[in-house]
């Protein structure tokens, strides 16, 4: 849990501004992955990215949201145009290598994201 | 795809006593399944995980069975103590060309001095 490094820990953001959440994952994890948690309720998954490339992206809305995973540096997932109902608690995971089902899935210690 | 059920969504237990969590999973082709403790404010940690070719796991007071025919598994804690208050996921991964792990709704465990 410890390895998975995000920023900002806290995010307040105005309705209609843009909002940038940071991802590092644990060394040597190429694989990344976005769970949203609305207060008192589970981890929904948003999307999965290996690096340069987003590998499924079923669980992100169509608009406003997007990821990317560069080739240097942290996977950032961007919201914009923030509304009230994007105010929730952003977490990032990662894993090592692709198709090994059973790779243990580390989480970050998550970005909560306030829109007022 | 998979769907996780999990049960109960709260759960109160006097300190010392067991508590069991339920979940149980869709796809019958899942064969990896860890268990999240989450403590307010933080992120999600991993406390015990079991894979289909074992039917049961233990890590001290903490341990994990699989019922791979009823496609059902449990967490059981004993002994427990006010620092196991948290809320606990179980999740179920589906092989494939990437690992999708899937997760239940969370089990609110207070546990009562």
């Known amino acids: 849990n410890a390895g998975v490094m995000q920023n900002p820990r806290h995010l307040v953001r105005r309705r209609g501004q843009e909002a940038r959440l940071r991802c590092s994952p644990m060394k040597g994890h190429s694989h990344v992955y976005w769970y949203r948690q609305l207060p008192e309720e589970g981890l929904k998954f948003m999307v999965y990215l290996q690096k340069e490339n987003i590998i499924d992206e079923s669980g992100m809305p169509k608009e406003r949201f997007s990821a990317e995973f560069p080739k240097e540096g942290p996977s950032i997932l961007r919201i914009q145009q923030v509304v009230r109902g994007d105010s929730a608690a952003y977490f990032c995971?990662?894993?090592?290598?692709?198709?090994?089902?059973?790779?243990?899935?580390?989480f970050g210690e998550g970005s909560w994201l306030t829109v007022v | 795809g998979e769907n996780v059920e999990q049960h109960p969504s709260t759960l109160s237990v006097q300190e010392g006593d067991s508590a069991v969590i339920k979940c149980t999973y869709s796809?019958?082709?899942?064969?990896?399944f860890p268990w999240y403790k989450q403590e307010l404010g933080k992120g999600p940690q991993l406390i015990i995980d079991?894979?289909?070719?074992?039917g049961e796991k233990k890590d001290q007071r903490i341990a994990v069975t699989l019922n791979k025919t009823a496609k059902h598994f449990s967490l059981h804690i004993t002994e427990t103590q006010p620092e196991d208050s948290a809320v606990y996921f179980c999740a179920a991964s589906t092989p494939g060309g990437y690992q999708k792990v899937t997760f239940g709704t969370g089990t609110k465990l207070q546990v009562i001095p």
């Open positions: 079991i894979r289909s070719n074992v």
């Open positions: 995971a990662s894993s090592t290598d692709r198709g090994k089902s059973g790779n243990t899935i580390y």
């Open positions: 796809d019958s082709a899942s064969n990896y």
